[in-house]
């Protein structure tokens, strides 16, 4: 560094004279810090203020420890942003700043002022590359230090650091029996404690206190199901992060559990064991809890911070758990003598929780648990059933167990195939079979399966389903479980086919509901059907199937894919033509009924789109009794359609009718709309220019005859000064005639002033673009709209913004004879907005570029020239913006309009053309 300050002792000499104070200090952090504030404090003869403060691993702030020669700060935490100590520390190295460049940290400006403080000096203190701490100088001088003196104030910073260290080892050792002592007594307050949940609130709180973590949570088998289930302390809940399998060992829970060891890591970014489960974690310990050598649970606790945890904590943790493992397994084995004493009052429980359960889902899967539970759980998995009339089989809904992960997904069971349960169904009779392989009416579904009980779900002598339970023993049931599943079955039935009927109708109306609100402020047909496909797919669900909508030309006599759903690669069904007496759609175009295909390569009518489907659902779409369209659903599971999709898509289709015919109606009244204003407008300025040119042309007339025959009386000399002047004031009464008659012309051709009303630029773009819709499918045209930058309001006359962007699309259309895309951009500014109108099109030369504006000039064949220069006046002089075109021959054109969110101010009343 530069200038070296005359009041500085010699460096040397000050070392030998005060750097032993350090090593001589007492091993106590206070006096340490004090005895590092004292050595820098005196080391420079302008030294005014001296505070030492602490970085705390993974915090983003510095706190203060000691401070000399001020009695109180203004704050004793900063931030490492924006500040010299934070630059200091991710600097490693020594940084000054004088009050010119810098606010002092610490310090506010009216204190440094009274102290006189010129300058600051910030000094990390390193070990092993690790900041420790920061001593801050403040100055009364603002000379820079010179390299001895720099030198000497890193190696008293090099000698702090190392002090500090040996702190914090002494600290860490004189905690141990502290720790000791509190983990016994942390103990002491678990060991009576047998109800499971709180048992576990009261472990995730003692791991909270002793981590101070955000995320705290046990993982614990269940001893009855022997499921893993995890408890967070708080509000926090499974659903909202990700769930490691941890008998496969994934993540850093999966590796504890096989390993039987805690593991730590204090930057989970850099280690590649880490299950992403939460989006904030920087550091995790994970404790496995161990009883007889096996693990029966697992202590995770998570944070935010980079090194939130230290080998101290995981030590703790360890002496806890083996005292954990302990008290659970006691508190569960409680809960199962509990439960077994009190079935009687668990099945009148779930009988009036389930007369009050709306979702079907829900019923079968509180049906299937509590079964579960009841029969003895173990290795045994219940399966809730219900029978699908129209397609002859037994659907899978809920599966609950241990052996449910070798049952295949949506697993169906034709009544055609001879099983023990398609068996009770169709005979309304139990069964009870204790070795399967002596039954001949088992039909395997999971290997391990050696039992297998089977009871109806009776509603008013017909069943609805039934109750399976499948076991890994021989001879695992008996009448006790016989009885206690006709009790479930008997009160389940009432529930679930109230759920049942309230499901379906419940999905029509949802369906129904977003349909409506959304075709409502549809604008095109093309939005409306994907509105109807969208909402018609999610009704029944969209897994493994396709949704299609078709509608009928009358012209063609075929029906024409319009919209597809539920499938990636849209281009293999979009813009298909099938004649309209064709397949399974010409059947039911024919016979206005709906069709079901449960197999298609068994049935004659189909008409293959798609190789990889295996079934179709084919509904009309009927308006005053006329088919219009169909909604076809096609599913790569065969017998995937039932009643329950018909009744769904039948209610679809019925709105879907009337809708469409509503959206064609509308288009077709905007259109007209636009045409007679545009037609109105043709028709005032024709009638205008004819009355112009016939006045006008009266008037040439007799100024013409005049010179005519003054150049008569010339040629013969007749001419006099008299008849002269007599000709000369005619001539001049016709030229004011015509002023007068163009002046006239300026009065009369106006529009009536505009009417500004607040309009979403969003919805209006839409509305230009339905109404262009057909023109640009024509040209095969593609628009690409940010109407999330769109969707606010503006105070415009509608039908004249309208105009102008349906005239700018218009010559972009006509810009591409060859198909592309026209992309319209918004930008939002505090006053006003600018959108953008941008096509890839033949674009303007730089020689006609500048005569655009000119009236009646145009490069269009049948063009009138008109358009840009009404544009130009609605935004320019109705409007109070501006409109730019930018243009490159063989490139594109961009339109620019700038407009004012309000009209503040800005009253119209008649506004000129001009020609």
């Known amino acids: ?115 006189n403080i010129k300058s600051q000096i910030s000094i990390p203190l390193l070990n092993a590359n690790q900041v420790m701490a920061v001593v801050n ?85 269940n001893v009855t199901t022997r499921k893993w289930e995890r408890k967070y302390l708080g509000n926090l809940k499974d659903s909202t992060a990700k769930v490691p399998d941890i008998q496969r060992g994934e993540g850093i829970i999966g590796y504890v559990f096989k390993s039987k060891r805690s593991y730590l890591t204090n930057d989970v970014t850099q280690d590649p064991l880490y299950f992403h489960s939460w989006k904030t974690t920087k550091s995790e310990l994970t404790i496995p809890l161990l009883f007889s050598n096996e693990v029966k649970g697992i202590l995770n606790i998570e944070s935010s911070r980079i090194h939130a945890f230290s080998v101290r904590h995981e030590k703790m943790l360890s002496l806890l758990a083996s005292q954990v493992a302990i008290v659970l397994r006691d508190a569960q084995l409680s809960k199962i003598a509990e439960s077994r ?5 668990v099945l009148k429980e779930i009988s009036e929780a389930l007369s009050h359960q709306k979702s079907l889902d829900s019923v079968l899967a509180k049906i299937a648990k509590e079964c579960y539970h009841q029969i003895g759980g173990g290795k045994r998995t219940v399966y809730m059933m219900l029978i699908d009339k129209v397609r002859k089989l037994l659907d899978v809904k809920v599966t609950y167990g241990n052996l449910t992960e070798e049952i295949p997904k949506n697993l169906k069971i034709t009544f055609s195939n001879r099983s023990i349960v398609s068996a009770v169904a169709q005979s309304g009779v139990e069964k009870i079979v204790n070795d399967v392989t002596q039954d001949p009416d088992y039909m395997q579904v999971i290997y391990a399966t050696r039992s297998e009980i ?57 369906a129904l509901l977003h349909t409506g609100n959304k075709i409502r402020s549809g604008l095109n047909v093309n939005e409306t059907l994907q509105t109807i496909a969208t909402e018609g797919l999610n009704a029944i669900g969209p897994e493994n199937r396709i949704l299609y909508i078709q509608i009928y030309d009358s012209l063609k006599d075929e029906l024409e894919i319009k919209c597809v759903e539920g499938i990636q690669n849209k281009n293999k069904y979009l813009g298909k033509k099938i004649p309209a007496e064709a397949g399974i759609s010409g059947w039911v175009f024919k016979n206005q009924e709906s069709y079901l295909c449960s197999d298609v390569k068994s049935d004659d009518n189909y008409c293959e789109l798609n190789s990889d489907v295996k079934s179709e659902l ?3 779409i009927l308006f005053q009794n006329q088919v219009i369209g169909l909604i076809n659903v ?68 007799l100024i013409s005859g005049e010179i005519q025959w003054m150049r008569r009386l010339l040629d013969k000399k007749e001419l006099t000064i008299g008849s002269l002047g007599e000709y000369l004031t005619t001539i001049d009464f016709c030229l004011a005639k015509i002023e007068e008659i163009t002046s006239e012309f300026k009065k009369r051709i106006h529009k009536q002033a505009p ?73 939002k500014y505090p006053d006003d907005f600018e959108i953008q109108f941008i096509d890839k099109g033949q674009g303007i030369s730089a020689e006609n570029l500048y005569r655009i504006w000119d009236n009646f000039f145009t490069t269009k064949e049948k063009g009138t020239g008109l358009g840009l220069g009404i544009c130009k006046r609605i935004i320019q002089m109705e409007h109070h913006g501006s409109i730019q075109i930018q243009s490159t021959e063989n490139v594109g054109t961009t339109v620019i309009i ?13 506004i000129e053309w001009t020609l």
Not at 14 to 41: D, H, P, R, S
Not at 341 to 345: A, G, S
Not at 459 to 485: C, M, P, Q, W, Y
């Open 1 to 115: 560094m530069s200038t070296k300050i005359e009041k500085y002792p010699e460096p040397l000499h000050f070392l030998l004279q005060n750097g032993y104070k350090l090593f001589l200090t007492n091993l106590n952090f206070l006096n340490v810090y004090e005895a590092i504030a004292e050595i820098f404090f005196d080391f420079l003869a302008e030294s005014e203020i001296c505070i030492v403060s602490l970085v705390e691993p993974g915090q983003n702030d510095l706190r203060v420890v000691w401070k000399k020669g001020i009695g109180s700060l203004s704050h004793t935490n900063i931030q490492l942003e924006n500040t010299l100590s934070g630059n200091a520390v991710q600097a490693r190295q020594l940084k000054f700043s004088n009050n010119s460049l810098h606010h002092f940290d610490y310090l506010s400006d009216e204190v440094a002022t009274f102290r």
């Open 137 to 221: 100088l403040y100055l009364s001088d603002e000379q820079l230090l010179d390299n001895d003196h720099e030198k000497t104030l890193q190696i008293l910073a090099m000698q702090s650091a190392y002090v500090i260290q040996q702190v914090n080892h002494q600290l860490n050792e004189n905690s141990t029996l502290h720790d000791v002592v509190q983990i016994d007594e942390f103990a002491k307050a678990l060991s009576n404690i047998l109800d499971v949940d709180l048992l576990l609130n009261k472990v995730l709180n003692i791991a909270k206190v002793i981590c101070n973590a955000d995320i705290v949570s046990i993982w614990y088998q």
């Open 341 to 345: 004493t009190c079935q009687v009052i």
């Open 454 to 510: 089977c009871v109806p779900i009776l509603f008013r002598d017909e069943v609805i389903g039934v109750i399976n339970v499948e076991s890994a023993e021989t001879g695992a049931f008996s009448e006790k479980e016989l009885e206690l599943l006709r009790n479930f079955a008997d009160q389940a039935a009432l529930a679930i086919k109230i759920a049942e009927l309230y499901e379906i109708r419940l999905k029509q109306l949802e």
């Open 618 to 620: 084919c509904i009309p």
């Open 634 to 701: 096609e599913s790569l599971i065969e017998n995937d359609f039932g009643q329950n999709e018909i009744e769904i898509l039948q209610g679809l289709a019925n709105q879907a009718g009337v809708a469409l015919q509503n959206t064609q109606l509308n288009e077709e009244l905007i259109h007209i709309q636009l045409e007679l204003t545009q037609a109105w407008d043709s028709m005032i300025l024709g009638e205008i220019l004819s009355g112009l040119t016939h006045d006008i042309r009266s008037n040439t007339a």
């Open 755 to 827: 009417e500004y009303i607040p309009i979403n630029l969003g919805d209006l773009i839409r509305k230009v673009i339905s109404l262009l819709s057909g023109k640009a499918q024509r040209h095969q045209i593609h628009f690409e709209v940010d109407y999330k930058n769109l969707n606010f309001k503006a105070e415009v006359d509608e039908l004249r913004i309208l105009r102008v962007f349906q005239n700018i699309l218009f010559n972009a259309i006509d810009a591409m004879p060859g198909g592309g895309l026209v992309q319209i951009v918004a930008k």
């Open 898 to 910: 700038k407009l004012p969110y309000q009209q503040k101010n800005n009253k119209c009343g008649v």
